[in-house]
């Protein structure tokens, strides 16, 4: 058994002794009263009254003898900001700070943008892979990725495009990701910021969005973004597994991925007593929503898999299909290299410029 396995184990045992709920959904959030507990490995983050937490503090150094206890400021590479208007608001820069320092990119110039927006990722021969190259781009992107996961969307698509020519990168997919890395030296404190907005508050919203054949192997790219108190809680960016046949099919493929999340999202909020009702899942795609709402097969969509005919059983039960403009489209960002300005919007829908830094 892994030391791990065990301690997970021993932990999660020890908070249902103390009355604590596991939740079925997030099996490492445990909640109780006004108490509520989230793990990751050895690191525990607790939500509470002062009274609550005290107790719990007692009973955790009765168990396994003194911790570091102190109000949430850093964890996971990530800094916790807080406000007095009941803003809740993360960021990444230190941890940029070491990546910077890690990849000797001190001296980097500003990038506005992740990636050029002609950026292009042909896939090479591994027998033609020069190994310093691999084994730098390899440790530039998995420093990236931790970023993209955490606390900054804006790279999603970056990393999903890095990713792809991760065995056998070329000197040029290697000052991609040099590239990637100026533009987060450039804007260290983009981060999160979650409001308390009494209109919206507690509420998912979800866009979901496909960019149609844009590689050479024409496979299309799916982004979804999930918003929660107007900032976002979950995001991805991933290639489609076969080509699409037309941008329709792309969109509706897109969407049944982002359905997947939606509804694990909405099980674990309603667990949580934040009851969603049905969900607004906003699509750019008219011809996509027509497909979801008109069970009547054409000569144009009778090709199109029985799995994605899925979403039209969750319509008007978990969720509801809204149309948006692309403009507005929150995951446009998340499908495809940008040039500047359309990149610059999206960042501004998403994130939040902590400490007065400008988007240029």
Known sequence: TSAGYSWE???????????????????????????????????????????????????????????????LQYVLGMSIITSQ???????????????ISNTKMQTAKPRHTPLPADAQFRKISNADTDENVKKEFQSILGQLNYLATWSRPDLAYTCSALGTVASAPTREHLTYAKHAIAY?????????????????????????????????????QSGFVAILNNAPIHWYSRKQPFPALSSTESEIMAACTALRQTLYLKRLLDSLDFK???????????????????????????HIGVRYH???????????????????????????????????????????????????
């Open 9 to 71: 184990q021993k932990l999660f045992k020890f908070l249902i002794s103390l009355g604590f709920k596991q939740n079925e959904y997030e099996v490492t959030l445990f909640t109780q009263d006004n108490i509520r507990i989230l793990v990751w490995v050895d690191d525990i983050l607790i939500r509470a009254t002062p009274e609550k937490s005290n107790e719990f503090q007692k009973n955790l150094e009765r168990e396994f003898g003194d911790s570091k206890y102190q109000t």
């Open 276 to 302: 969603q009702g049905l969900i607004k899942f906003h699509l750019d795609a008219q011809n996509a929503i027509r497909f979801f709402v008109n069970p009547k097969q054409s000569e144009r969509n009778i």
């Open 310 to 360: 899925r979403i039209r059983y969750h319509i008007n039960k978990d969720i509801e299909l809204q149309f948006i403009s692309s403009v507005h489209m929150k995951a446009d960002g998340l499908t495809k290299s940008q040039r500047l300005d359309n990149f610059r919007r999206m960042v501004k829908q998403l994130l939040h410029v902590f400490k007065g830094t400008q988007i240029q």
């Open 184 to 220: 987060v030296k450039t804007y260290p404190l983009l981060g999160l910021q979650w409001s308390n907005d009494t209109d919206h508050n507690n509420i998912l919203e979800v866009f979901s969005d496909a960019s149609f054949a844009n590689e050479r192997n024409y496979k299309s």
């Open 85 to 99: 208007d009941n803003y809740l608001g993360v960021h990444s820069e230190i941890y940029i700070n070491k990546m």
